[in-house]
């Protein structure tokens, strides 16, 4: 039935079937609560972090660039994580003005020869490379932004965190988007060890309700040592992975500034998957509500 013959009337000879009112309707794509939901898990987070005494950091740029979001880290640059399948990068505008020209000659050094005790990496560091604009991959970055600010007064002993949304390019499947709520959380201060590392994760997350916790070996390449985070879960009677941590390298701190002793223990979750959990949601397509047609 075209708009031009019900126009010249001729749909009236036309033989039409009964309307079926039974027809089921468009399926109504996944429910609206989540930013409530997210928003109050992330409310009950920001609360524990301000009650163990950790500061927020500033964390409202999406855009980084490649120094503060890789090089800063120590992440090298012919890392796959740094290639366009992983990473966000921007056209407009494709890279970044601004950068602290004294501490970016200590990170080329670090990269390509090492120092303080490190052999580096060995290869051509690019400056090119570090100026390319993107959306942050972790929010780490503002970790590194704000313990480069703590170099360059004199040394305060600190506890920061950063609840916020991160943007990985990645297939999307049911239970991962492209982007989701990094949770990070750091102590810095004079003589960390490992033990502080665990002691501080048992603290928080025990504060989640999660008790028994166990640790595995893991890798970062801003972290040395790395380890995972499990706890049982009662409900599923299994081990759940709930996070992953680790201490900072002197390959990062010390291009900052930060005086030799210094220790950085930190660690990071999402807030989408302890939402889902605590929730019970299975689709992570109705925390985002996103219209994503796979
Ligand atoms: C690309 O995906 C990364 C994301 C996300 C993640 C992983 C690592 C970090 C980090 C870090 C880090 C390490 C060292 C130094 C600084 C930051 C941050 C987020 C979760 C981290 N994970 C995660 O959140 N799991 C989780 C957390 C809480 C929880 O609570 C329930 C009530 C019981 C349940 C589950 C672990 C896995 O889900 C993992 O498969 C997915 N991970």
Same mark, same amino acid.
């Given at each position: 039935?075209?708009? $031009?013959? @019900?126009?010249? =009337?001729?749909?009236?000879?036309?033989?039409?079937? $009964? %309307?079926?009112?039974?027809?089921?309707?468009?399926?109504?794509?996944?429910?609206?609560?989540?930013?409530?939901?997210?928003?109050?898990?992330?409310?009950?987070?920001?609360?524990?972090?301000?009650?163990?005494?950790?500061? !927020? @950091?500033?964390? #409202?740029?999406?855009?980084?660039?490649?120094?503060?979001?890789?090089?800063?880290?120590?992440?090298?640059?012919?890392?796959?994580?740094?290639?366009s399948?992983d990473t966000f990068f921007?056209?407009?505008?494709?890279?970044?003005?601004?950068?602290? !020209?004294?501490?970016? !000659?200590?990170?080329?050094?670090?990269?390509?020869?090492?120092?303080?005790?490190?052999?580096?990496?060995?290869?051509?560091?690019?400056?090119?490379?570090?100026?390319?604009?993107l959306?942050?991959t972790?929010? /780490?970055?503002?970790?590194?932004? @704000?313990?480069?600010?703590?170099?360059?007064?004199?040394?305060?002993?600190?506890?920061?965190?950063?609840?916020?949304?991160?943007?990985?390019n990645?297939?999307?499947?049911? /239970?991962?988007?492209?982007?989701?709520?990094?949770?990070?959380?750091?102590?810095?201060?004079?003589?960390?060890?490992?033990? =502080?590392?665990?002691?501080?994760?048992?603290?928080?997350?025990?504060?989640?309700?999660?008790?028994?916790?166990?640790?595995?070996?893991? %890798?970062?390449?801003?972290?040395?040592?790395?380890? $995972?985070?499990?706890? %049982?879960?009662?409900?599923?009677?299994?081990?759940?992975?709930?996070? #992953?941590?680790?201490?900072?390298?002197?390959?990062?701190?010390?291009? @900052?500034?930060?005086?030799?002793?210094?220790?950085?223990?930190?660690?990071?979750?999402?807030?989408?998957?302890? /939402?889902?959990?605590?929730?019970?949601?299975?689709?992570?397509?109705?925390?985002?509500?996103?219209?994503? =047609?796979?």
């Amino acid at each position: 039935l075209t708009r $031009e013959n @019900m126009q010249r =009337d001729d749909w009236k000879d036309l033989e039409f079937k $009964e %309307y079926n009112f039974c027809a089921k309707g468009q399926p109504a794509e996944g429910g609206h609560l989540h930013p409530l939901l997210k928003e109050r898990v992330r409310q009950q987070l920001k609360m524990i972090f301000l009650q163990m005494g950790f500061e !927020e @950091m500033p964390t #409202n740029n999406f855009v980084e660039s490649s120094f503060w979001n890789f090089d800063a880290l120590f992440q090298p640059q012919q890392h796959p994580a740094r290639d366009s399948h992983d990473t966000f990068f921007l056209q407009a505008p494709s890279t970044t003005k601004q950068l602290p !020209e004294d501490y970016v !000659e200590r990170v080329k050094e670090i990269h390509e020869s090492g120092g303080y005790g490190s052999r580096g990496y060995a290869y051509e560091w690019k400056r090119d490379e570090a100026n390319k604009n993107l959306l942050r991959t972790h929010t /780490t970055a503002v970790s590194s932004r @704000m313990l480069y600010l703590l170099a360059q007064n004199s040394f305060l002993p600190k506890r920061y965190f950063s609840i916020d949304r991160v943007f990985r390019n990645e297939a999307v499947d049911r /239970t991962h988007l492209a982007e989701f709520h990094q949770i990070e959380g750091l102590v810095c201060d004079r003589g960390l060890t490992l033990g =502080d590392l665990i002691g501080v994760l048992h603290d928080f997350f025990s504060r989640l309700g999660m008790e028994n916790l166990r640790f595995k070996p893991a %890798y970062n390449p801003y972290t040395e040592p790395s380890m $995972e985070i499990f706890s %049982y879960h009662e409900g599923f009677k299994k081990w759940v992975e709930i996070g #992953n941590s680790g201490i900072f390298r002197p390959e990062m701190l010390r291009p @900052m500034g930060l005086p030799e002793d210094v220790r950085v223990i930190a660690w990071g979750l999402s807030l989408e998957r302890p /939402t889902m959990i605590l929730y019970g949601i299975d689709n992570i397509r109705d925390l985002f509500g996103h219209k994503v =047609d796979l």
